[in-house]
């Protein structure tokens, strides 16, 4: 019986999927496929993702097995995988959905053409965003480097209704027991209470996020203390939930809880900065290493592999520089305020190179993501495309006493602190000796000491920054 090949990557869903829509309108057997590519321009995933994605090819086998549907996990360069499969099925069709990084997109069509030169019918379909970054562009034909008019513009643009799950193939067969390729280190056990891996986690995680949290999210989502974003991101990052559905059903939502409309609009305006993010991946050169506005290649960066290693390990002794680090560490997450001043802080008070913090979220995050994470690394560090201006420093005591007032957050992940009273929580220093002594706090034992003084490291960047030549 002819085989319909599904090539799974960033779309761990069944769900509003083209490509496996598409193969099960065909009628014919079909058999998925996800490889661990190992190609040299490939970007391994880090290790949290690692754990997310073993997690997320199991809970994929056993839906797809519901359908009649096995899937194949392969280890290897995806071209040579992708021969030894079709020869192995005798597959005659090909469905994968599109992705947008360069050199998956090279790749991609190296196997396109090849298959075609051996009559293996290849299609592609739209890729896990709102709108394919080459459908949407300025009046004079380019792409967009300002978020406003980009956001403007995607509005106005017809977004897909989202597929239907398909409905079974044929019997419903016994999940195969797949190698997933990754050995679970016993570290990764710490990610499991704060997370469920898969689809139907995905779709819940939506429901509860519109029901109990979006009404209150443009006030909350700054405060890391509250629990009022989505947490989708790694589903999103997976495909286990689409950017469409998410769309859909959240305007939905809004037309049924017209109170909640406004709220809905500021939520789906951060959905599209994921949109922006893969905008710039495909239009513009590997933007995880090279910087967007030229004009910051010339900038010296300081070599400082110490405060690197206490920026990481959440050691630098500003306590909510420390609370996020403790909590991307912990969870393989860390909430979006704190993505920022943590960022800042190192690429500007640090004065150390941004892609090295690009690198260590890249490895640490569970929603680790090719596009959002160096775009939004960029972004922060002033040379991204319409990025804050260099000479805005974010404080990180001034903003953990705005965003984290009763420090619930801090109190959380630097618990050494915690008997401090609020006016001193975000900046032990200013406690005089009995406070710190009723704390339980010995400076530079218990906790450390602020690495560097703020208001210096500020200036110090200022001058940096400062010195590159203005575009023109
Ligand atoms: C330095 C830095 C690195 C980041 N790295 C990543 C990354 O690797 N992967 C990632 O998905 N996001 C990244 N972000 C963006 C943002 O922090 C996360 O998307 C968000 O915190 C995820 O939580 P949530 O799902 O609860 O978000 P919600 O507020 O509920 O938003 C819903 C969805 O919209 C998208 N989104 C929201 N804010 C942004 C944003 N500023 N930029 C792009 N997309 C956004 C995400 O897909 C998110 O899941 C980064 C931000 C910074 C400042």
Not at 39 to 62: C, E, F, T, V, Y
Not at 191 to 210: C, H, K, M, N
Not at 254 to 277: G, N, Q, T, Y
Not at 317 to 346: K, Q
Request: overall charge neutral.
């Amino acid at each position: 019986m002819p085989t319909h090949l599904v090539w799974l990557r960033n779309d761990l869903r069944l769900s509003d999927n083209p490509a496996l829509a598409a193969a099960c309108r065909s009628g014919e057997r079909i058999v998925a496929l996800y490889i661990h590519e190992t190609d040299d321009d490939m970007r391994a995933p880090g290790a949290a993702a690692r754990w997310w994605l073993h997690h997320g090819l199991k809970a994929l086998a056993g839906s797809l097995a519901d359908i009649g549907v096995p899937l194949r996990v392969e280890t290897g360069p995806a071209r040579a995988v992708m021969d030894e499969v079709l020869r192995e099925t005798g597959a005659e069709a090909l469905h994968w959905n599109r992705r947008y990084a360069p050199a998956d997109r090279r790749r991609d069509a190296e196997i396109k053409s090849a298959l075609r030169d051996k009559d293996v019918t290849v299609t592609s379909y739209p890729g896990n965003v709102l709108v394919e970054p080459w459908d949407i562009e300025t009046g004079q034909g380019k792409p967009y480097s300002v978020f406003t008019p980009f956001w403007k513009s995607l509005k106005e643009q017809h977004i897909d209704q989202p597929l239907a799950r398909p409905s079974r193939r044929g019997d419903k067969i016994k999940a195969p027991a797949i190698d997933t390729g990754y050995e679970q280190p016993h570290w990764a056990d710490k990610l499991v209470p704060y997370w469920t891996v898969g689809e139907a986690s995905a779709q819940e995680r939506l429901d509860i996020f519109l029901d109990q949290q979006v009404a209150g999210y443009p006030r909350d989502r700054d405060f890391p203390g509250v629990d009022a974003t989505s947490r989708l991101s790694p589903h999103l990052r997976f495909g286990e939930i689409s950017a469409r559905q998410i769309w859909h059903a959240t305007r939905a939502h809004a037309h049924a809880h017209p109170d909640k409309a406004a709220a809905i609009e500021k939520f789906l305006s951060e959905l599209a900065w994921r949109d922006f993010s893969h905008h710039q991946l495909y239009h513009r050169h590997d933007i995880r290493q090279v910087p967007m506005q030229r004009k910051f290649q010339d900038l010296s960066w300081r070599k400082a592999p110490e405060q690197l290693r206490a920026w990481q390990m959440g050691r630098t002794g500003i306590p909510i520089i420390d609370a996020g680090m403790r909590e991307l560490w912990e969870t393989g997450y860390m909430h979006n305020r704190v993505r920022m001043l943590v960022a800042s802080f190192l690429s500007k008070n640090l004065l150390i190179d941004w892609r090295l913090g690009e690198q260590w979220f890249w490895d640490c995050l569970v929603d680790a993501d090719e596009a959002n994470n160096p775009a939004s690394w960029q972004w922060v560090a002033g040379c991204g495309l319409d990025a804050a201006p260099y000479f805005r420093i974010f404080n990180p005591v001034t903003q953990g006493e705005r965003f984290d007032p009763n420090g619930t957050y801090v109190r959380r992940w630097v618990p050494e602190i915690a008997a401090l009273p609020d006016k001193h929580i975000h900046d032990p220093s200013s406690a005089e000796a009995d406070r710190l002594r009723e704390a339980g706090v010995v400076p530079g034992e218990t906790y450390p000491r602020a690495m560097v003084d703020l208001k210096a490291t500020r200036a110090r960047a200022l001058e940096a920054f400062g010195a590159l030549p203005s575009p023109g």
